[in-house]
Every structure is written in C-alpha cells, then in structure tokens.
Nanobody, 124 residues
Framework: QVQLVESGGGLVQAGGSLRLSCAASGGTFSSYAMGWFRQAPGKEGEFVAAITWSGNRTYYGDLVKGRFTISRDNAKNTVYLQMNSLKPEDTAVYYC?????????????????WGQGTQVTVSS
C-alpha cells in the first residue's frame, strides 16, 4: 500500500510560480509511474503531467505544456511539479497519483493510489 502526501500549494499571483511535492511511503517508489491531476470547482478532473518510474519520459496536458515540469527523485521517494507562468485558470486542487508499472497514462482510472490533494489558487 502506497501513501501519497502532497505539499507546496498556496496562493500566488498570475505569472508567478509554485513547486508542488508529493512524498510517497509504503511501497517501492521507483517501481511506480507517477502523475499529477487537478480538479477545479464544478469541472471534471484533468490530467496535468506524468513521469515514468525511471524519470526518462514525461508527458503533459496541452493546457500546461511549456509551463509545468514534472520530475522525480527516487532517492527521496518524491515527485515534483514545477509550475511557472501560472494563470487564474490553473486554480484547482492538485492531486498526485501512483501507478505500479513503467508506463504512464493520462486516464485517472489507470492509477492505483492517490494523495489527498493540495490547493493552488492563482489570483489575477
């Protein structure tokens, strides 16, 4: 059983940056592909980014491509989401997720474990 705990959310002005972290415990972190998703009030959950277990491949949602960067440190059992050039429409609760295996997926249903989320609010 893997436990995921996100941190790093907060309030930032448009154009600013935040770095989210997701610390994993209870499993072999390096055997999990990791993803970030977000959900804004009244909207469907949205894929943000994913990274393979080795970190050699990443994939991004169209709305964040070029602004967000996902990375991981397997020695620290942590995955990160660096968010730059933030926009008010990036406001959401951000969740990290883990999937046992090497491949990355954009579908939420493909992930086995989820964190409780961290709120990101971008003011205009």
């Amino acid at each position: 059983q893997v436990q995921l705990v996100e941190s790093g959310g907060g309030l930032v002005q448009a154009g600013g940056s935040l770095r989210l972290s997701c610390a994993a415990s209870g499993g072999t972190f390096s055997s999990y592909a990791m993803g970030w998703f977000r959900q804004a009030p009244g909207k469907e959950g949205e894929f943000v980014a994913a990274i393979t277990w080795s970190g050699n491949r990443t994939y991004y949602g169209d709305l964040v491509k070029g602004r967000f960067t996902i990375s991981r440190d397997n020695a620290k059992n942590t995955v990160y989401l660096q968010m730059n050039s933030l926009k008010p429409e990036d406001t959401a609760v951000y969740y990290c997720a883990a999937r046992n295996g090497p491949k990355i997926y954009v579908l939420r249903g493909r992930y086995d474990y989820w964190g409780q989320g961290t709120q990101v609010t971008v003011s205009s």
